[in-house]
């Protein structure tokens, strides 16, 4: 049995993370043998073989084209792969020479504030927000302002009048995560207008981080924020890394959202959209033309996931709060109720006394909290509960390893 069919097939934990342990990311590198990864946001499912047959076929066909991807194009097969996928999927019409390529989604981030803003300005990020975000704006010399998100009827949103107040003092852009990370939360189409028309009225650009719109589950809906917000100056980043778990290919793409944004961005140094990798663009090509299926399979798969985790966490763990996010495999747990405890070292904590590697809600900007991975096979979601309850000192019946 191939290691893949030994991955899906496995019910006992320790036989799933021997086949893991295998791997050579970063996530499965990082710690030892005894820990448990859910701190990066990769998936341990399997990649689509759609994706893995186009790059064989590339070395194949080609004779082993593993040169410099040529991300200077305005009309590649990946291009108007995501130019059809857009349109498709989320009713965008983005002509391809609008579509500009990337080596990550960050680059097209860092592309944004550098063409929005200059050093001392401020920029708004909603928090909790990615830590990338933060470490891009320091080190640009960018002044943060945080915008505290809020959980109201049953799930986390934007504080609108937040973004109004920011906009108003002078702030030179916005930084948007829509599907949110860390919280999940997907936006809605009301709440987004409203924040095109705050934007709009200060004249604030937005940068837009869209990477895990495809992950949204069955019954929800996605709403790119750029034909929303036709009148504000955008720039939206968009990637087939996280939804296919392609993310050391390194291709993703930028979305200005006028011509005069194009136009700043093709001004910048070249060598800020270096990078692509050739094998990337082959991948990419083939999850926005056929990698549909099996996203959808795995989002169900997810699904479950989620719906366990929730279950295992309200019976075994009622001390921590859980929003079931609307999309993405990120959960965003409350320990506020438990953090005291350990002086406010959640992850260490957990890391130490559970060989859990989780992400601490500090890194986000809001103490108290932990970022778990649920993007992985069912027995583990079994096993990553037990070890954050014995990371924090209580006890997991047999039931959470049952349930999985």
Request: hydrophobic content about 40%; charged content about 25%.
């Amino acid at each position: 049995m191939t290691d893949r069919g030994r991955l899906l097939g496995a019910r006992d934990p320790a036989a799933v993370l021997s086949v893991l342990h295998q791997r050579t990311s970063e996530k499965w590198r990082r710690h030892g043998h005894h820990v448990l990864p859910s701190h990066i946001a990769e998936m341990d499912l399997p990649v689509a073989q759609e994706l893995l047959t186009a790059i064989g076929d590339r070395l194949v066909v080609t004779g082993g084209d593993l040169g410099y991807a040529y991300s200077f194009t305005a009309d590649s097969p990946a291009q108007r792969a995501l130019a059809d996928w857009l349109r498709d999927r989320f009713d965008w019409s983005v002509p391809t020479d609008r579509i500009l390529y990337y080596a990550d989604v960050m680059r097209v981030v860092e592309a944004g504030i550098d063409a929005f803003s200059k050093p001392g300005d401020a920029i708004l990020v909603d928090v909790p927000g990615y830590p990338g975000f933060f470490e891009a704006l320091r080190e640009r010399g960018r002044e943060i302002v945080g915008n505290p998100m809020a959980q109201r009827n049953g799930r986390w949103q934007i504080d609108i009048a937040g973004v109004e107040r920011a906009c108003r003092d002078g702030v030179s852009a916005y930084l948007l995560c829509s599907p949110h990370n860390p919280t999940g939360a997907l936006h809605t189409r009301a709440e987004l207008a409203m924040i095109a028309e705050i934007t709009h009225a200060y004249d604030v650009p937005v940068v837009c981080d869209e990477v895990h719109s495809p992950l949204v589950y069955p019954g929800r809906r996605h709403h790119p924020f750029a034909p929303i917000a036709h009148r504000t100056r955008t720039l939206t980043a968009v990637s087939a890394s996280k939804a296919w778990n392609i993310a050391g290919l390194k291709c993703a793409f930028g979305i200005p959202g006028s011509a005069d944004v194009l136009e700043a961005l093709l001004a910048q140094p070249t060598r800020q959209r270096d990078g692509v990798g050739i094998l990337g663009v082959a991948a990419t090509e083939a999850a926005y033309t056929r990698g549909g299926r099996w996203l959808d399979d795995t989002l169900r798969y997810l699904g479950d996931n989620r719906r366990l985790l929730s279950r295992l966490i309200a019976t075994e763990l009622p001390e921590i709060g859980f929003t079931p996010p609307a999309a993405t495999y990120l959960a965003w747990l409350d320990c506020r109720r438990v953090a005291d405890r350990f002086g406010g070292d959640l992850a260490g904590q957990v890391l130490r006394e559970g060989g859990l590697a989780a992400t601490d809600g500090i890194e986000f900007g809001r103490e108290g909290f932990l970022r778990l991975n649920f993007a992985t096979t069912r027995p583990l979601i079994g096993e990553m509960t037990r070890r954050m309850a014995e990371g924090l000192g209580t006890t997991v019946s047999d039931r959470a390893s049952a349930a999985a």
